[in-house]
Each structure stands twice: as C-alpha cells, then as structure tokens.
C-alpha cells in the first residue's frame, strides 16, 4: 500500500492552495486518514484528520482555514488550505489507517511529504 501526495508549492500570505493524497495498492478499506505537517527543527504534528464516517478535528492553529475532505471511493484525502500563513510553511504527510484483505491488524501508512511554503 502506497500514499502519494500532490500540491504543495509556494505562495504568498493569505494565499491557498489544496493538497491532495491518493491510497494504492491491496487495500479493503481505510479508516482514519489525516495530514501531518513538519516544519524545520519541529517537531511532526497532526493538521487535520477525518474518519471513513466523515468525522473531522484539527489543530488549533488551522481551524477556520483549512479543510479535510476525504473521497472514499478514489482513496483520496483533500485539505483545502486557505488564509495561508508563513508559520503554515512546513512539509506536509498524509497518513492513512488501511485495512488489507485477508490481514487482521491495520496498516498505517505514510506518504512521501510535500512541501509547503508561505512567503511573508
């Protein structure tokens, strides 16, 4: 099972842009999917998540400005990011809790990170 991500870029304060992040490979279905973020010398720390349910929460920093969405039958998480803030700047991951045919346990995966850059 594989994570790929797309959409990051540079753009200025106040600007947006939308991240995107598709699931491949043997999957039965996904649970939880999410996006973390990493800024240099920082520690990763969770964006946003959503359920296979459609429940949502997020940070407390980005609440009000960016959005999770997810599309269940493309594997695919979204996180509309708007309002955009320098402090925003970091790498972007998306993660996924997939349930694989024929194995019990869950698997969590982790894409590649894109990079996300908010000029003053």
């Known amino acids: 099972v594989q994570l790929q991500a797309f959409g990051g870029g540079l753009v200025q304060a106040g600007g947006s842009l939308r991240l995107s992040c598709v699931a491949s490979?043997?999957?039965?279905?996904?649970?939880?999917m999410a996006w973390y973020r990493q800024a240099p010398g920082k520690q990763r720390e969770l964006v946003a998540a959503?359920?296979?349910?459609?429940?949502?929460n997020y940070a407390v920093s980005v609440k009000g400005r960016f959005t999770i969405s997810r599309d269940n039958a493309k594997n695919t998480v979204y996180l509309q990011m708007n309002s955009l803030k320098p402090e925003d700047t970091a790498v972007y991951y998306c993660?996924?809790?997939?349930?694989?045919?024929?194995?019990?346990?869950?698997?969590?995966?982790w894409g590649q990170g894109t990079q996300v850059t908010v000029s003053a």
């Open positions: 993660n996924a809790d997939v349930a694989r045919p024929l194995y019990r346990n869950g698997l969590i995966v």
């Open positions: 490979g043997s999957i039965f279905s996904i649970n939880t």
């Open positions: 959503t359920t296979s349910g459609g429940n949502t």
